[in-house]
């Protein structure tokens, strides 16, 4: 596998990729990509990649021998709590083909946390992850290793599809 910056011509393969992946969430029979919004997502990400301020992101794919993309990461660039003076880095996607090897994942968290280190006013450098794909919480441990702390937590409510919409 060889890593390399997201392009914007490789945004409709990574709306593909997240919508080949779908199957694999807690979001099968309840949602579905809208492979138009993830194509523009991706495409303005790849125009703002490697960017130091408000607003850049880091996108970056993993491709296969054939130039397939067979994972992505993107995360951003944003002021502390929307009004900060300083910057913090926060992940957005980390995802891979089912037959992606973990180390090529792990391979691009590394460049992300790079990038994020390389920036002086960076105070923060945010790492999830989300139970939307079983087994994603073996990346806790990865990020631990890298000296990471648990900061916050997330929940969830589900909606039943019948139910009607507070007023």
Known sequence: MRLRAGRAIDAPRVAELLAERLPDTCYVDRDEVDQTVARRLFAQAAQRHAGVHDGSTFFMVAVDDDDAIAAFFLGSLGRTYGVGRKLCAQDHYLLGRADCPPRVLVELFEHYLTWARLNPRVIEIGASWSDAI??????????????????????????????????
């Open 134 to 167: 079983p087994g994603s919480q073996a990346m806790g441990a990865i990020y631990e290793r890298r000296g990471f702390q648990l900061c916050a937590q997330t929940y969830r409510l589900n909606r039943a599809p019948d139910e009607k919409a507070a007023v």
